[in-house]
């Protein structure tokens, strides 16, 4: 088969061992950032499966009209609100995805609150550049943690915020979430306002669709504390638009850690909240680590063999499977 593989920024196929998965495909990697959908139908024109990297190419209908040869997206997670499932079945186009980060994810949310409370990065900066210690960081011993969306990735940062001698709590949620925030003994704090205005630190974990897009309010952050710190692994749609950076100016809360973005990749330092003073910000590295791109890449390439033996695997448009497109 003709495989592409899309958007690899960090040239992470050369280095996996999985790679040899594909052996005997025909493979073609694309390493930069393309927007232009000409040039995106031209790289994928005589493609019989492409890997999609997450969330990083939208594969909306109007694309897909255009791939004719196109019979099979294998993508390294699971989540696929960027393809358009529906006309994929249409079309009688297989989309296969596996695999979830709630531990390196979780890993990178909890980097985050250390580094910004401890203001590492400010301070090696100024090491490099020739100063000494020049601010006051903040230990999270006896703090507050709250976490939003008590799932597979916001239990392990409470379990993390425990064993720093933090005080957890979490925010109302699904009746799953509850049960598994008392069993771990964390308190769950029914009121938006409380919970917000009581997180020392407030950490973001939850799904991005239809109905928790902006789910985050301005009013919930204007009553945070003037010291509190806002984290986000998750996603940047979660926050209502505009109500972070206002809010951030307003100073409350009074720092932020980001590590996504409305419009991503994000080049030429073009989001405003890479330039605030009181904001730490990272190029969405949430699972973008060796041994979690192991683990999806090989799903995904595992997929793409299963389908071309005929045996498809991980579909998630399983009504495509008595029409699918043949080469």
Not at 172 to 187: I, K, L, N, P, Y
Not at 188 to 204: C, G, H, K, P, W
Request: glycine fraction near 8%; hydrophobic fraction near 45%.
């Amino acid at each position: 088969m003709k495989i592409v593989i899309a958007d690899d920024y960090q040239h992470a196929y050369e280095s996996m061992q999985c790679r040899s998965l594909l052996d005997h495909h025909e493979v073609q990697v694309y390493h930069d950032v393309v927007s232009d959908p000409a040039e995106i139908v031209r790289r994928f024109a005589s493609a019989d499966a492409i890997v999609l990297i997450r969330e990083r190419t939208r594969m909306p209908r109007e694309l897909l009209d255009q791939l004719p040869a196109l019979r099979l997206i294998s993508q390294t997670g699971h989540a696929a609100a960027h393809v358009d499932l529906a006309a994929c079945t249409d079309m009688g186009i297989t989309v296969c995805g596996h695999g979830t980060s709630s531990e390196a994810t979780a890993e990178l949310a909890w980097a985050l609150i250390l580094a910004a409370k401890r203001k590492v990065v400010s301070e090696a900066i100024g090491l490099r550049a020739g100063y000494w210690q020049s601010s006051l960081g903040q230990s999270v011993r006896g703090l507050t943690l709250g976490i939003y969306g008590y799932g597979n990735i916001g239990s392990r940062v409470a379990r993390f915020g425990k064993a720093f001698g933090m005080n957890v709590i979490t925010y109302g949620g699904r009746e799953a979430s509850r049960q598994r925030a008392q069993a771990d003994q964390v308190q769950v704090i029914d009121s938006r306002e409380a919970f917000f205005s009581a997180s020392d630190v407030l950490t973001v974990h939850v799904r991005s669709n239809a109905a928790t897009r902006g789910v985050i309010k301005a009013a919930d952050l204007a009553q945070m504390k003037d010291t509190a710190l806002f984290v986000n692994t998750s996603r940047a749609q979660l926050v209502e638009p505009g109500a972070l950076l206002a809010a951030l100016q307003a100073g409350h809360p009074g720092y932020a850690a980001i590590d996504v973005y409305d419009n991503e990749p994000v080049l030429g330092a073009s989001d405003p909240l890479i330039a605030m003073d009181n904001v730490l910000c990272t190029p969405h590295l949430g699972y973008a680590e060796h041994t979690t791109y192991e683990e999806f890449f090989g799903a995904a390439f595992e997929a793409i063999n299963a389908f071309a033996a005929g045996t498809p695997i991980n579909v998630l448009n399983p009504d495509v499977l008595g029409k699918l497109r043949t080469g």
